[in-house]
């Protein structure tokens, strides 16, 4: 197929982080992590990915606190839902359990005029084509019953093998359900696949895929995750750090692979001219990873 180009002749890629890191919380801005917008423009980045990993539960004052900050310093929101979702489960109780945090995170994001919700879609529980079914299912009944405003569904590529979430189950989960756009965890598909991204070639291959599956308006919903990950024989163990040149720290162990490489990615962001998010997930490193990237990405913009 031919390389898939944006039509937008201008380029916008946002570089911000997953939750609140370390440097945040040595900041000015430490009082409230409704403040996290100020900061992130303060420091040169422009999106954050709030976490609600345990739970949805923000009070209504700092959504609003967070949203007024998100306007004010364009700062682009989006929510990560529960790790409790698990869609593809066979108890009802338990996928009831998952729509119920779906719902409320759709709420809450309504709330902070984030317009995206990331999700893990959960545990295969050993029958992969049944579990895939029962998610699909479930996003039909979520789809049908509620309110989603201008609210988009990103279900995340996952990490490990035995989870649903490789990239073919991401793209039919989207296929199906109106509202449903991926979110490109490229270092989970990375660990997923045994290290599988190395080249821009390989980065472009996966973009490839994503179009011919669902057409060229994805290219307007891109919403990747980008950081570098150790992985073993069933997938991702653990996120790694950046150091503060912004390169991946060195493992205990030499021999572990720390991959996937920005560099290619953010080539091929450039020569396709893409827009995008790039949310940088690093082990308590986010916002370094993130600069990293963006300034990387500015220097091949001005060299093209």
């Known amino acids: 197929m031919s390389n898939p180009v944006s039509n937008d002749s201008t380029q916008h890629v946002r570089f911000g982080v997953a939750g609140n890191p370390p440097n945040f919380w040595e900041s000015a801005y430490r009082k409230d992590r409704g403040f996290a917008p100020a900061w992130l423009r303060e420091i040169g980045l422009d999106a954050l990915e709030i976490q609600c990993t345990y739970g949805v539960r923000m009070p209504d004052k700092r959504a609003v606190l967070f949203h007024e900050q998100a306007v004010e310093h364009d700062i682009s929101l989006s929510l990560h839902a529960p790790y409790y979702i698990t869609l593809g489960t066979d108890d009802p109780q338990k ?64 990490g490990k093998a035995r989870q649903l979430g490789s990239l073919d189950d991401i793209l039919e989960m989207c296929s199906e359900i109106t509202s449903a756009w991926p979110c490109l965890d490229l270092a989970h598909l990375h660990a997923r696949e045994g290290g599988s991204l190395v080249h821009q070639v390989d980065f472009e291959s996966v973009l490839d895929r994503v179009v011919s599956s669902l057409g060229s308006r994805v290219l307007g919903k891109l919403h990747f995750h980008m950081y570098p990950v150790k992985w073993g024989p069933k997938g991702e163990t653990g996120h790694v750090r950046f150091d503060e040149t912004g390169e991946p720290m060195p493992s205990m162990n030499a021999t572990e692979p720390l991959q996937p490489p920005y560099k290619p990615f953010l080539h091929m962001l450039v020569d396709r001219g893409l827009s995008a998010t790039v949310i940088c997930e690093a082990k308590d490193s986010q916002d370094i990873g993130a600069l990293a990237m963006k300034e990387h990405f500015e220097s091949l913009q001005l060299g093209s």
């Open 95 to 158: 996928r009831e359990n998952s729509l119920r945090d779906l719902r409320k995170s759709i709420d809450l994001a309504k709330k902070l005029g984030s317009r995206r919700v990331i999700f893990h879609p959960g545990s295969a529980h050993g029958d992969r084509r049944n579990a895939l079914n029962r998610a699909i299912q479930a996003l039909r009944i979520l789809e049908g019953d509620t309110d989603f405003g201008d609210i988009d569904l990103y279900p995340e590529i996952a």
